[in-house]
């Protein structure tokens, strides 16, 4: 059995992706005006502080182990541009998260198109007698309706988070291997990649590791293993030309080499459980031989009352830079501990995944029981 694979005439195959980007402009419209009044998270205030330290100028408190800085930047870029009052401030970050989901929809695009080219390429070179082939009209309604289910409904568009950001630049990082998987792919398509990955770890930490696994599967695809890996070095270079500031910027601040500081704080915290029970006022405990290096300072203990004067970072320094407080954590590899917080989280995505396809979403997990179990993961989460 042959199934067409498109329809007959091409300008109706457009007509509907036309009509599905709408869709799902639309929605992304909806959200933001419903949200433009709220912000839902802490980190939402942390991440607009430190956009304000970038412009104006303040590079001792902008530079920050904890949070990555490309979503600070568009959010400082947003109310330098703008300088809303303290009632439209909200409403700003809304519209840059709006510029994002948009953002992210041409790049899903790109992606959804690169898989369409590479099937096309597939049928064509491989016989498809007796395979059920999902038409390419399919593809398109099913690929937009994914996006806009998960950028809405799982990644929260209009939450104070780089989360969306990120996917983008997956999906870009994606369409591009299916192009270098075609056989199209020249030197400024592995130099675009290299850039695609370090802006994709400027916008969170953990695609620092993961950006060498996409380069990896990048050497493959080209033929001949010199030219392959000429090409890969390429983007190599282009990721550690993006890369290279910040991680420098970075390990001077911290006074030692390090990329960001969120996974290894997320590990302690969840893995080795230091100072879990007392955050975020650690002061040594459960910490084994860690001491904190200056911790907050504990003025009185019934009540307890802790007090953070200096440095004065953000609007609440506790939570500006997490990793600043934390300075003195000394880690250890727990395989019990860490095998138990991978089973955690695998049950909560499970549940996750499953749940949310038959609920509704008043029913579904909220987005703090979300961020509490994804920070359990150990590897870095922004």
């Known amino acids: 059995m042959r199934i067409v694979t498109a329809f007959k005439r091409p300008d109706r195959l457009q007509q509907l992706r036309i009509i599905l980007l709408l869709v799902a402009v639309t929605f992304g419209l909806l959200y933001a005006w419903v ?56 409403s700003v970050v809304q519209l840059v998260n709006l510029v994002i989901y948009l953002f992210a929809l ?47 409904y799982w990644v929260y568009s209009w939450l104070e988070s780089p989360d969306v950001c990120l996917s983008a630049f997956i999906y870009l990082a994606a369409g591009i291997l299916l192009r270098i998987q075609r056989g199209a792919a020249g030197r400024l398509t592995f130099a675009a990649l290299g850039l695609v990955l370090g802006l994709a770890y400027l916008t969170k930490a953990v695609m620092f590791p993961l950006a060498f696994i996409f380069l990896l599967v990048s050497l493959f695809p080209v033929a001949g293993w010199q030219r392959a890996l000429s090409r890969v070095l390429i ?54 031989k860690s001491t904190p290096l200056h911790p907050a300072r504990k003025l009185l203990g019934e009540p307890t009352v802790y007090e953070f004067r200096t440095p004065a970072m953000g609007t609440y320094a506790i939570w500006y830079d997490p990793s600043y407080w934390c300075d003195g954590m000394n880690l250890w590899f727990a395989p019990v501990q860490l095998i138990h917080r991978l089973k955690v989280n695998l049950r909560f995505y499970f549940h996750f995944f499953f749940f949310t396809l038959k609920c509704s979403p008043m029913s579904r997990p909220t987005s703090g029981q979300f961020k509490v179990v994804f920070a359990a993961s150990f590897m870095p989460c922004r």
């Open 106 to 152: 041409v790049c899903f695009s790109y992606l959804l198109h690169e898989l369409i080219l590479y099937r096309r390429g597939q049928f064509v070179s491989v016989p498809q007698e007796g395979r059920v082939i999902l038409p390419e009209w399919a593809v398109l309604a099913l690929g937009y309706s994914l996006f806009v289910w998960s950028s809405l």
């Open 235 to 288: 983007a190599l270079a282009v990721f550690l030309l993006v890369t290279a500031p910040l991680i420098v910027a970075l390990s001077r601040a911290k006074g030692r080499l390090t990329f960001g500081d969120t996974g290894r704080l997320n590990y302690a915290w969840y893995v080795n459980e230091i100072g879990l029970r007392h955050w975020p006022h650690w002061q040594g405990e459960e910490g084994g």
């Open 35 to 90: 949200n433009q009044h709220y912000i839902w998270s802490l980190d939402g205030i942390s991440y607009l502080d430190v956009g304000d330290a970038y412009f104006r100028g303040d590079w001792d408190t902008a530079i920050n182990g904890y949070w990555s800085p490309l979503y600070p930047w568009l959010l400082g870029l947003a109310m330098f541009a703008f300088k809303p009052s303290p009632y439209w401030e909200f």
